[in-house]
């Protein structure tokens, strides 16, 4: 199992802590659930609500992923039309300089090179381009 950064933290936190302010912003202004998360009726203690927003933003985030990875009109609508490496490929400014020091942290995770310039990876069979795209 790969480390759990402050980085991944905030990323399920971040998005659960959002997610749960708008909640309580439009409660206040419909009142659907009068003791939802307002300060003047509920007793809802910091330590709850935090956890519930890292839970929440952990939901938001496998929704995320499992709809960018299954459904095509969810990419499409975000603007998520291509893969990171085919606007990597397409890149000309500074592309030797991200190559190396790219392939030079790809080598300590991975064991491989996976950063191509653009000869390199067009002169790969068409299956090692596909599994390139995909790591």
């Known amino acids: 199992m790969e480390k759990f950064t402050l980085y991944d933290l905030l990323g399920l936190f971040l998005p659960g802590v959002l997610f749960i302010f708008f909640c309580n912003v439009l409660n206040n202004l419909y009142n659907v659930c009068p003791a939802l998360l307002t300060s003047g009726g509920s007793d809802i203690g910091i330590g709850i609500l935090l956890c519930f ?4 933003g952990a ?8 709809l960018e990875k299954k459904a095509g009109w ?8 291509k893969k990171v490496a085919d606007l990597f490929l397409e890149m000309t400014s500074l592309h030797q300089l991200m190559n190396t020091t790219l392939n030079r942290k790809a080598v300590e995770w991975y064991g491989k090179e996976i950063y191509f310039s653009k000869d390199r990876f067009n002169a790969l069979p068409e299956t090692d381009q596909e599994q390139a795209k995909d790591t």
């Open 53 to 56: 927003a890292l839970v929440t």
């Open 59 to 66: 939901m938001l985030y496998s929704v995320n992923f499992y």
């Open 74 to 81: 969810y990419r499409w609508l975000f603007g998520m039309k």
